[in-house]
């Protein structure tokens, strides 16, 4: 029986990604049970799934299986680091992977956006966590922005104004959010020394 559900996880995938080929890396992957697994690993965030291979076997995890995955992207120089995340919008939780971008009190994450044409150079949603709510990142503006301003409101002000920042915008609200961690940080290590 697990073997005919993995053939139903395993077939559907390799139909997704026919069209495009699997990009495999060195990486290491921490299950939801807290086992960490080392080994090559394939992220899929737009299907909420990884592939993971060690030696010869090569196994499906759905994104609830899933708490981390961290792998090294020599392509681009960078360090990637996925999580998982449960989504309760429905009254249930739909777990999906996303990139983290910045970590912090408020974080930026991010997943590929859905082309038809997987030839395209790859694009992406943006998206806040702050206070344990996942939020697209066009409503920084409405549902986190005005909770930032409020913790401290001259420096940070202070800062958007110099820097003539606009919550409207990815590229500043990413400023901000980067601005805010840092003082946050700061602060907090402050009050423990």
């Given amino acids: 029986m697990a073997r005919f559900l993995l053939l139903l996880l395993v077939i559907?995938?390799?139909?997704?990604?026919?069209?495009k080929p699997l990009t495999w890396y060195e990486g290491a992957v921490v299950l939801a049970d807290q086992q960490v697994l080392t080994g090559q690993v394939a992220v899929h965030p737009r299907q909420n799934i990884i592939m993971f291979r060690s030696g010869d076997q090569q196994t499906v995890y759905p994104a609830h299986k899933i708490q981390?995955?961290?792998?090294?992207?020599?392509?681009?120089n960078i360090n990637r680091k996925f999580v998982s995340?449960?989504?309760?919008?429905?009254?249930?939780?739909k777990y999906e992977l996303y990139e983290i971008v910045l970590r912090g009190e408020v974080s930026v994450l991010r997943k590929e956006r859905i082309h038809l044409d997987l030839n395209d150079q790859l694009d992406f949603n943006y998206f806040v966590m702050y206070q344990d709510e996942v939020l697209?990142?066009?409503?920084?503006?409405?549902?986190?922005?005005?909770?930032?301003?409020?913790?401290?409101?001259f420096t940070f002000s202070r800062f958007i104004e110099?820097?003539?920042?606009?919550?409207?915008?990815?590229?500043?609200?990413?400023?901000?959010?980067?601005?805010?961690?840092?003082?946050?940080?700061?602060?907090?290590?402050?009050?423990r020394g």
């Avoid at 981390?68 to 681009?76: A, I, R, S």
């Avoid at 995340?85 to 939780?93: E, P, S, T, V």
């Avoid at 697209?136 to 409101?153: A, E, M």
């Avoid at 920042?165 to 003082?183: E, G």
């Fill in 12 to 19: 559907p995938t390799i139909n997704l990604f026919a069209g």
């Fill in 68 to 76: 981390n995955v961290f792998y090294y992207d020599e392509q681009f």
């Fill in 85 to 93: 995340i449960a989504n309760r919008d429905h009254g249930y939780a």
């Fill in 136 to 153: 697209p990142i066009k409503q920084f503006n409405k549902r986190v922005y005005p909770h930032l301003i409020d913790c401290d409101s």
């Fill in 162 to 191: 110099r820097e003539h920042l606009n919550p409207n915008s990815l590229r500043d609200a990413i400023s901000m959010i980067k601005y805010y961690n840092r003082m946050v940080s700061h602060s907090s290590s402050l009050a």
